[in-house]
């Protein structure tokens, strides 16, 4: 066994995988690869179907690895702010846990979460801290663990997936403000990032924008279609362009002083044609993919190195995973 690693990537149906070696300074890609799959059946037979599929996959693509880092962002996945007054940390968790309710909306009975500071101000003479609570379904999460499990796979980190692209993002923009677009297959994200650190993001469901752009007009969509006709990118990018800009104009509630400089793209859908083009004709401000061959390099026999755009997320996970001591 090799001491390379992969970054894999749940995304609706997709499951996207990476292999690198190298080290989290330096990463290099060896293989990537997107697969279809289909879950039925009951939790425990889901559970060995996706250990097969994990076991198969890596087998018909000549990948021998031990230790792994998972990406999910799906309807079990939650993002929450919060702002409460600044109490000590074991206070925190605790009125976090008691008041999940009423704080997140959200029962955290039955999931695993994590918070992460953001920063704090003041408000009416008190000094108010602001949180990001992730949250994820605890069965799911167990599911997935289990199935790697089973197919000889140490999971070493597992988290949101548009999370992990912000270990792509250049040197440049570790103190940068600006917007991130994450556009997945199924679920998009829209983050808003100030100086080099998320401080809110919203979750966009980019399948039913891409139906509802294309229903417009007659057509069905058809995920595996890039080249769309420019009348859809057009609505596309307006609609995705109206969600960011709302989206930012949300957070300026929070924070008035907050002014983007730039537009960063990633995901898979940043290939779907001319979309990112038409995004940067409809802002007054630069909007591009992220240029991630910045960060990493790829093997001499790796075919269409411009294509990584779409694996953002499973080579970030690769990344964080390499930090991992076993």
Do not use: W
């Amino acid at each position: 066994m090799n001491k390379n690693v992969i970054g894999v990537e749940f995304d609706g149906n997709k499951i996207r995988i990476v292999e690198c070696d190298g080290s989290q300074a330096h990463p290099r890609v060896i293989k990537a690869f997107t697969s279809v799959i289909t879950i039925d059946g009951s939790a425990g037979d889901r559970e060995s179907f996706l250990a097969k599929f994990i076991k198969d996959e890596l087998k018909k693509n000549d990948i021998k690895v031990r230790n792994a880092a998972l990406g999910i962002f799906n309807n079990e996945v939650h993002l929450k702010y919060i702002q409460m007054p600044q109490l000590p940390k074991n206070k925190f968790v605790e009125a976090l846990t008691m008041q999940s309710n009423e704080l997140l909306d959200l029962d955290l009975e039955g999931y695993y979460y994590e918070h992460r500071f953001l920063g704090h101000f003041m408000e009416n003479n008190v000094i108010q801290n602001r949180y990001l609570v992730i949250a994820a379904k605890s069965t799911m999460v167990d599911e997935y663990i289990s199935a790697f499990a089973s197919a000889n796979i140490n999971l070493v980190d597992i988290s949101t997936s548009v999370f992990y692209p912000f270990q792509l993002i250049p040197d440049t923009h570790k103190v940068g403000s600006y917007v991130l677009i994450y556009l997945g297959s199924e679920n998009s994200c829209v983050i808003i990032v100030k100086d080099g650190i998320p401080q809110f993001a919203r979750r966009l469901k980019i399948r039913k924008m891409y139906e509802d752009a294309f229903s417009k007009y007659g057509l069905f969509y058809s995920e595996t279609e890039d080249d769309f006709s420019e009348e859809i990118i057009d609505q596309l990018g307006e609609i995705l362009l109206n969600e960011s800009l709302g989206t930012v104009n949300y957070y300026h509630m929070f924070d008035e002083d907050y002014i983007p400089t730039e537009f960063l793209i990633v995901g898979a859908g940043a290939l779907k044609g001319s979309l990112v083009g038409n995004i940067q004709s409809k802002v007054n401000l630069p909007a591009y993919c992220l240029d991630i061959l910045t960060k990493v390099d790829f093997h001499p026999g790796f075919e269409h190195p411009e294509r990584l755009i779409e694996y953002t997320s499973a080579i970030g996970a690769a990344i964080v995973a390499m930090g991992v001591k076993i």
